[in-house]
């Protein structure tokens, strides 16, 4: 979505969009950036810090708001792609040396350092007419493609928590948004959601949102078109599940390459009044072809079930 951001006025005369403007889309991208934004807006961070030189890496490790494991991660990505876990100091390191490497970050790009949240994860999905939110709706996610809830999540429900969409909300009124957005909480040792991140784009569980009443792409149309939408979009939270398959599949490779055989069975167990994100039975070629995607990713990328694509990490 970037590229039609930055360079919406070399599109023809009658595209028609709904997109943020560039330097708000800069700042919702950046991982950096945009916790000062939430942190004005009053929403909880974890202590985050811009890695400057490696004795600076040093001295965080040993800050006082710092405890092991620390998170590393870079400024842009997705699905955890760019984000390392550390335990100790030789660890932190060396995951920050191969971050650094692997994706050619220049030194005013080096990867940020986190505090570790220990506790469950949730996201907003928003949608904004021109500076005002038109629709929301909010997830907890149950499983993720990586052990820990780590990476994308597979299972997730939706979550009637309206102190987190005020939150997201609040964020987003800042930047002034246009158009769909995710943002990604995690609990504090509290309890208490800390945003983690925004996706300034459609994200990968929409099928959640759409089984739950709030059908986000037709809704963007509508919004494209430049019909107002008077009242907010809210979702009344039914009782059901939504399941990314092929994400499943993946995370019982990783499972079982750690020997992780207990957990990796409880992936396959059927849930119940669970949809999925991928597969339909009136319209099952999508998911042959995503399968058949993953599959050739997952041996070109060295039997990795988070394969990166050129430029994906910056």
């Known amino acids: 979505m970037g590229i039609f951001c930055r360079r919406r006025n070399e599109l023809p005369a009658g595209v028609l969009t709904a997109l943020p403007n560039w330097n708000s889309y800069r700042v919702a991208e950046d991982k950096f950036a945009v916790l000062d934004i939430a942190q004005k807006a009053g929403c909880p961070v974890p202590f985050t810090e811009k890695v400057e030189s490696w004795s600076h890496l040093k001295n965080l ?7 092991w494991p620390i998170v590393l991660k870079s400024h842009i990505g997705n699905s955890a792609k760019g984000v390392r876990i550390a335990h100790n100091t030789d660890e932190l390191f060396a995951k920050f040396k191969e971050l650094v490497e692997t994706f050619h970050l220049t030194e005013d790009h080096w990867p940020i350092v986190q505090e570790f949240l220990p506790g469950e994860a949730a996201g907003v999905c928003v949608l904004y007419q021109k500076g005002q939110c038109v629709a929301t709706f909010a997830e907890r996610y149950l499983r993720c493609k990586e052990p820990g809830k780590f990476g994308t999540s597979t ?16 964020i987003m009124d800042r930047l002034n948004w246009n158009g769909v957005a995710h943002l990604d909480f995690i609990e504090d040792k509290n309890g208490d959601f800390r945003l983690i991140e925004i996706n300034p784009r459609l994200w990968g569980a929409l099928a959640l949102s759409i089984f739950s009443g709030v059908d986000f792409p037709y809704l963007w149309y509508l919004t494209a078109l430049g019909e107002s939408i008077d009242e907010p979009v809210v979702s009344k939270y039914p009782p059901i599940k939504c399941r990314w398959i092929v994400g499943d599949y993946l995370a019982v490779l990783e499972l079982v390459k750690r020997r992780m055989f207990k957990e990796a069975a409880r992936v396959l167990i059927p849930q119940p009044k669970c949809r999925h994100d991928d597969f339909v039975l009136t319209d099952p070629l999508p998911f042959v072809f995503e399968m058949l995607d993953y599959a050739v990713k997952f041996i070109n990328g060295g039997r990795s079930i988070n394969p990166v694509t050129r430029g994906m990490i910056r």
């Open 61 to 67: 490790s040993r800050h006082a708001e710092m405890s």
């Open 155 to 170: 299972l997730r429900e939706p979550f009637d928590n309206q102190q987190l969409i005020d939150r997201a909300t609040h």
